[in-house]
């Protein structure tokens, strides 16, 4: 398994693409029935809890692959444009889930240090209701590929291998 | 005749389950079926309060519930439902069956009640029941009455409301409540114990039709002061004064139960209320004697207004038990003048409490859970909400069931 880099991205303009990112974040929040409650006169409270629903945002610091990126986007346009209620997102083809475009678009071109970066953001917001953690994610930071599967909980890393772990850690 | 049936499949919300169907008929629309999608719920309203015509309050009219759907104008199947409705011409008709929990409804609309809106890409269109739109009610037939022998095609006034009140919809829950007359198909079927009592009936042949029975239940509506509606599958007739006990006639509202209230002071100017109200007894061949009271009051001598309102309901008759149920021929009606004084005290004191003129205030209010009130049913206020209203009843003059907030919202007088 490799580090998460590549995100697939399913529509029926582009068929299933694959968009190389930096950051992927999944949040899932609380829907409601309008407001988060209501109030009766005499103080007492009923929750207008609904269920759950997933947002997920897709940045890079630097993107290096403008081409796809922007491929990828007029897709998705063009599938929400024709009348799709949803495109496809997800960790791998067989890990997607319905989304549609959120708030917080963004692709912002900004030079630092005189070094010109491409930095776009994609939000997404799960078109249906519910928790379906499809994600089968590791955390990587710790723990280099070649780490065996009972080597890979970094709460019993043993010290033949801590020299292998590849972030934040200077031999 | 095409007809295009749109459905929204059921639905789960805060209060249970919703599902709603529209049928567009027209020879412009080829037959098919496919999905539509609610921008948000509906809600279903009905305005009991009585209505006056050019600031006359004698003319009077019976208002009916009313449904508002807003409905994204893409269908299942690529096609707009604008453009159906488009197709359409003015006569044709949308039928639209609303299904609350396991209450239906049945609604008809028409293209001249349709907008879109093209920015937010939707259809919003109100819709009534049939019975605004002379629409042909086909359930409504001789075994909608109660099953009479042949020989005694005698129908108690209370049974054909009942079955006009069954005609609305799909087979809804009947609720009558405060009808003067109580007597049903039991009692004048059967031999009656000794002395026999005399009842009030129709003879079938003046209730045998749908617009028969609506004149009739529309006209009881008026001399009784009662109202009458069809909602969540619900079909009702309520004395507006009417404060049973019976804990299907009442629900008892507590602060826990209210989202908000408020008190409005009312103040009508209004001199004279009269009322003549009759009942026709063909008593005998050829003899018809009217039974009732003219009840002239002077409610405010410096009053602006007078109200008037006179009615007669025709084509009653008494019948008595003689070795068979058979009509009364002669001598005296079982209705007395004390009855329809009876009916007419209860009338104006609903009417009076409609527009308020035996209590100064009228209140407002929001209820949590649309399964909270029955449309039918009038509020009992818990003791801990506000002096002005800890145990009163109120009766809704305005009730909205809205489906996407679950919450009741209404207006309402004081029956008691």
Redesign the interface.
Known sequence: MAKLTDIVIITEAGGTETLTIQNYAESDELEF??SSF?????G?L?S?F?DFRRRIGVTYNLCTTPDDYRRICNNIATDLLN?AEYIYIGIDSDNVIRVVLDDGFASRVQYANQHGLFVPKINFKAYELGLDITLDFEDWRFINESAVGDQRDYRYIYESVTNELDYGFIV | MGVLTVSTGTITRQFGTFACELQLSSNNITTASTTMKLTNMPKLTQDFEMQDELNDLSELRVNLSEISLSIFDTLGNGSTLFSYINSMTLLDTIQVKVTVNSGVDFFISKKESCNYDWFSRKVTFKAQPALKYDVEVTDYENTNLPDYVSNEDFVAPGDVIKAFLESQGSNPTVKIKGHFFTHDIDDITGVPVDPAPRYMIFEETYVDTYAKAQDITLGFCLIEGAIIGSMLGYSFYVRRNFAGTDSDDFQTINASNLKSFGVEFNKRSIRNFNTSFFIQDNLGTGTQTDIGVNDDEVLDSQGTQDIDILYRIDNMNTIEYSSGWQLQNGGTSVLTTSNMQTITDNAKAGYKAALGLSSSYSVKFEIFGIDTLKPYQYILFGSSIHETVNGKKVRPSYIEYDLENDIIKGEGYIIG
């Open positions: 029935w309008g209501d109030e009766a006169i005499d007492t009923r207008n609904r009348g």
